[in-house]
């Protein structure tokens, strides 16, 4: 009897050494953790160890639990519910997988809704993201089974655990603008002397959970296109005796997530040669979907410069069968935060504006999406942008290119063709080599890795190649935002039998003590005490 509750103990216990080995382990975002304006927002903790339940369960009260749901099942209501009312003590919420097209709207408005959740107040528990992969979807499923059953619960669970260190403040973080020129000429004097046309483009992302995607559609094409733009000129500015009496400058800044710093901060510390010549502003901004070209500016177009750029890209849009729109939108001063890039440079009397296919402006708060990769951004309606906008530019900066008909493009041998074709055509391999890369890589300010940190230096020799001039500027970004650390995490699941297991070892072990403790007293006694019950006690 001893030996047969002793293989029965050791069964057990082997047993349980096997449920808590660790299945699996994957890669788990947190939530963002800032402090902008002395507020904290999103996720303040980073270690759990606890066992899991599904975001469907009923239970009342969660303080004790991980919640484990699919992110485009959420919304706002069920996330105060489970976070708020029922004090969940930690959550993770499992991403769909890149889609091959656009998003579907309702799937995109319960990420919108998380996003925004968790970016308007903080959390005092751990809250992490990952992108749910076939073991995963097991572990939901499971969970979800047990949520749904009735009565006592035998199937296994899980205990998710990731540990980690409190969140401490990032340090001082810094950041670079990255600067090329393609020098015009004049008549008489030096060529910087020449009047200048800026081309702005921020390259940084930000997300809710950073390090989750490259920001795409947030940042990425515009600074694609920036470069492309820079290839495109840059071969027409290779012949001195075809230049146009325009400077092209071309800034790709930093921390253009944290209200446009990069383009505040080179303003502030650009040679004051250049900008003495500055007469124009053109930011780029979300061309990647949409078939409008705006152009966003604080007023409308006034003086005979700004209306020869609107017919300008009009007569191009038109060429290709691109509608332009020109939008304007007064800046608010009494409110710090920036709709778009160019108020950065209208604030300072410098005419500027930006070019989007958006209608609206997007703050941090909407920028910081949840989905961003690179199925956000049409790469034929990222060339047909581009496209429009060399053109519409060259007609500006050549005054001597015949004037095109602002009419509806046509075909045939009569069609009115573009500067940009041929051997001088947009380069659609660089054009997707860039995308692809920006849209796989995070560039988060203050989550820059080792790869983020080598794709900038990749973007800086690519305008290196290309500029007849280049810099680099380097800058502190503003004490006002501060971030903290633990951004990937790796997260531990752990296979642990329901508490019926628990009750069925415990009786196992009761059945073992006494069956030692009643074979121990036959051996004192020997075994006619089996037949005095009262002499056994």
């Not at 706002?76 to 889609?99: D, G, I, N, S």
């Not at 790869?451 to 290196?464: N, Y």
């Not at 633990?486 to 059945?511: C, E, N, W």
Request: aromatic share 8%; charged share 20%; with cysteine.
């Amino acid at each position: 009897l001893v030996m047969a509750a002793r293989r029965i103990i050791l069964a057990s216990i082997a047993c349980i050494g096997a449920v808590c080995a660790a299945p699996f382990s994957f890669d788990a975002f947190r939530a963002l953790h800032m402090v902008r304006d002395g507020e904290t927002f999103g996720s303040t903790k980073a270690a759990l160890d606890l066992e899991a339940v599904a975001a469907t369960t009923d239970a009342s009260d969660l303080s004790r639990r991980v919640v484990v749901g699919r992110a485009q099942d959420m919304s706002t209501e069920k996330l105060e519910a489970l976070m708020v009312e029922r004090e969940a003590a930690a959550l993770l919420l499992l991403m769909p997988p890149p889609a091959e097209g656009p998003i579907p709207d309702g799937v995109r408005t319960a990420l919108d809704d998380v996003t925004d959740f968790f970016l308007s107040r903080s959390f005092p528990v751990p809250v992490y993201f990952a992108h749910e992969g076939d073991h995963l979807a097991m572990v939901r499923e499971t969970l979800e089974a047990t949520a749904a059953s009735a009565g006592v619960k035998t199937q296994d669970g899980y205990r998710f655990s990731v540990t980690a260190k409190e969140p401490v403040a990032v340090p001082k973080l810094k950041s670079s603008n990255l600067q090329a020129m393609l020098l015009g000429k004049q008549g008489d004097g030096e060529s910087e002397e020449a009047p200048t046309i800026a081309i702005v483009a921020h390259y940084d992302s930000m997300s809710v959970a950073p390090g989750l995607n490259g920001g795409t559609e947030g940042s990425a094409t515009g600074a694609v296109a920036a470069l492309e733009l820079l290839r495109l000129f840059s071969a027409l500015y290779a012949r001195e005796d075809a230049r146009p009496s325009f400077n092209l400058l071309f800034v790709l800044t930093g921390a253009g997530s944290l209200n446009y710093m990069g383009a505040r901060e080179w303003i502030e510390k650009a040679d004051p040669r250049v900008l003495d010549t500055l007469q124009l502003v053109l930011c780029l901004d979300g061309l990647g979907s949409g078939d409008v070209l705006r152009l966003h500016t604080p007023k409308k177009p006034k003086g005979e410069r700004m209306q020869l750029l609107q017919r300008s890209f009009q007569s191009a849009a038109a060429r290709l069968g691109v509608r332009f729109e020109w939008a304007h939108k007064k800046i608010n001063l009494g409110d710090p935060a920036l709709a778009w890039e160019h108020e950065a440079f209208a604030v300072r009397k410098v005419p500027a504006g930006t070019l989007s296919t958006r209608e609206a402006p997007v703050r941090m708060e909407d920028g910081a999406a949840l989905v961003d990769g690179r199925e956000r951004a049409d790469l034929d309606a990222l060339l047909r942008n581009v496209r429009a906008i060399a053109e519409g530019l060259a007609q500006f900066v050549f005054p001597t290119l015949p004037s095109q008909s602002v009419e509806p493009a046509s075909s045939g041998a009569n069609a009115p063709r573009g500067v940009f074709e041929g051997s001088l055509g947009l380069n659609s391999v660089f054009v997707a080599a860039w995308l692809d890369s920006l849209a796989s890589i995070p560039r988060p300010v203050h989550a820059m890795d080792e790869t983020a940190v080598r794709l900038i230096d990749e973007m800086e020799k690519s305008i290196d190649r290309y500029a007849t001039e280049s810099s680099r500027q380097r800058f502190d970004v503003d004490s006002a935002y501060s971030f903290f650390g633990t951004h990937l995490a790796s997260m531990s699941v752990y296979r642990v039998k329901p508490q019926t297991f628990d009750l069925f070892l415990l009786i196992g072990v009761l059945v073992y003590l006494f069956v030692f403790y009643v074979a121990s007293r036959v051996g004192a006694k020997g075994v006619s005490v089996l037949s005095r019950p009262s002499e056994l006690f």
